[in-house]
Nanobody, 123 residues
């Protein structure tokens, strides 16, 4: 069992930056591949980024490529999402998720989820 807690969300103006954190606790959290997803009001949850358990492989959604960076510090059991050049359309609840199967972009592959953190980007 893995427990995930996100933090770092907030209100920021377009063009600004935020860094989200996701701290994992529980059974061997460093062995999990970790992803970030987001869900805007009235929309389905969508993939944002994923990082492998060793931190040597990462993938991004096209809409955030070049602006967002996912990283992890296994010693701290924490995954980060650095978000730069934020746009109004990045407004959503951001969730981190964990699974033990590889690099996946779809939400159904993930076994554990955090409660989410709100990111609001104003124009």
């Amino acid at each position: 069992q893995v427990q995930l807690v996100e933090s770092g969300g907030g209100l920021v103006q377009a063009g600004g930056s935020l860094r989200l954190s996701c701290t994992a606790s529980g059974r061997i959290s460093s062995m999990y591949d970790m992803g970030w997803f987001r869900q805007a009001p009235g929309k389905e949850r969508e993939f944002v980024a994923v990082i492998g358990r060793n931190g040597d492989s990462s993938h991004y959604a096209g809409s955030v490529e070049g602006r967002f960076t996912i990283s992890r510090d296994n010693a701290k059991s924490t995954v980060y999402l650095q978000m730069n050049s934020l746009k109004v359309e990045d407004t959503a609840v951001y969730y981190c998720a964990a699974q033990f199967g590889g690099i996946y972009h779809y939400a159904s592959a993930y076994d554990y989820w955090g409660q989410g953190t709100q990111v609001t980007v104003s124009s």
